[in-house]
Structures are given as C-alpha cells and as structure tokens.
C-alpha cells in the first residue's frame, strides 16, 4: 500500500530562523513523483515543487530547498530564513507513474512568530 | 488566463439533503479530478473523468458520483448527506493524462460543505 507520513502535526518558529518540514513516503513501485504543496488560508493548494523517483538530485529555489533520499524515502523541505508569508499548511504528496491518484500527508501546520 | 474555479465557494446542506458542486477546469485541460479535505487532514482522492469517461475512483461510498461534460466542466454529487461529509472539496485539472497529468496538475480553491 501507498502512504505518505508527515509526523510534525503543527511547528511554530520565530521569523528569519531555518525550518525543516519532514516527509516520509510508502511504495513498492519503481516509478513514480513526490510534490509539496502549500495551502494558505484561503484554502487553495500551491504547487511548490515536482521530483521523479529517478532523479534524487537536491533542488534550491529561492529560499525553498528539497532533499530526496531514495535510500530512506525521506522528501524533505527546508525554509531557509522563514518569513511570516510563509505560514501555511504544507502537504507532502505521492503519485504512482501508474494511474493519477496523488496520495497526500497530512499536512504540516507551519506559524512563523513575527 | 483563468484558473480552475469552482462554484459555490460555500455552502451549507442539511442531513439527507442533496449537494452539486461544480468545476470549470483551465481553458485547454480535459482531465478532471475531485478532492475531499476534512478539517486536519490531507486531501483524499474521490473521482477523476478524462474525455467524459470516469478513469479512477476512490474509496469513497456510492452516495458520491460526478460526471463531465462535452466542454469539460465537471459535476460533483453527493446524496444523503452525512455530518461526516462537510469538508472542503477540491477540484483540479491537467491537460491529458500520464505524462500530461504529471507536468501539468492545477487545483481550485475548493467548495467549502457544512453539513448540519
């Protein structure tokens, strides 16, 4: 069975400090996609990021970082120097290459403390 | 150009009652899928229709259906409402399926239900 497990429920950081949002993630197959989405308030998810099960190479954008270990099915996200926008939830999804169902964690609440 | 949206943006349904929530998805896009997020959780697949046809279910009880239209727009129906059906309903689309669903997934800001 597929699953994907988020274990920090709710994280509370003062403005400016590095935060690490943890992703853990259940498959036997072979091919298939990790996501972050972000969903503010108004409920709307934001796509954040996409990774292939065949490409575990680290990604950086902006402050947004992502490390994809194979070896420990770990998607982690770190917000570098964290802003009060950046509050939300963040879920953790996961996608077979063999239908298009995404399978979600169960999100992490982020608060940055001004 | 405009995003997905979703109508209405709230509601609120009494027990047993019938609910239709509706999907306009992205100029262009010709999959559909629908989401339900209880309050804490995270989205659960519920329907996905390609070209008209139904292509994936989840688990979800037969009180759900939905359908797509020639011009892609989507319905979504639940009847004999539960409590345990007030969550936000979330609708996305893609381009195709696959590879085009991979590279191209984009949700609404979603239907709010209350049950009471």
């Known amino acids: 069975a597929q699953k994907v497990t988020q274990a920090q429920t709710e994280i509370s950081v003062v403005e400016k400090e590095d935060v690490t949002l943890d992703c853990v993630y259940e498959?036997?197959?072979?091919?298939?996609?990790l996501f972050w989405y972000k969903q503010p308030p108004s409920g709307e998810l934001v796509f954040l990021i996409r990774r292939n099960s065949f490409d575990e190479q680290n990604e950086i954008s902006g402050r947004y970082s992502w490390n994809f270990q194979k070896s420990t099915s770990s998607f982690n996200f770190t917000i570098t120097a964290s802003q009060v926008v950046d509050s939300a939830v963040y879920f953790c999804?996961?996608?077979?290459?063999?239908?298009?169902?995404?399978?979600f964690g169960k999100g992490t609440r982020l608060h940055i403390l001004p | 150009d405009a995003g997905v949206t979703q109508s209405p943006t709230h509601l609120i349904k009494t027990r047993g009652q019938h609910v239709t929530l509706r999907c306009s998805p992205i100029?262009?896009?010709?999959?559909v899928s629908w989401y339900q997020q209880v309050l804490g959780q995270g989205p659960q697949f519920i329907f996905q229709?390609?070209?008209?046809?139904?292509?994936g279910r989840g688990n979800f009880p037969d009180r759900f259906s939905a359908r797509q239209f020639p011009n892609y727009s989507s319905e979504l129906n639940v009847n004999a409402l539960l409590l345990g059906d007030s969550a936000l309903y979330l609708c996305a689309s893609s381009r195709g399926i696959g590879t085009d669903f991979n590279y191209g997934y984009t949700f609404g800001s979603g239907t709010r239900l209350t049950v009471v």
């Open positions: 999804a996961l996608k077979l290459n063999r239908d298009d169902k995404i399978i």
């Open positions: 100029s262009g896009h010709k999959s």
């Open positions: 229709y390609y070209e008209k046809e139904e292509r």
């Open positions: 498959t036997r197959d072979t091919t298939y996609y």
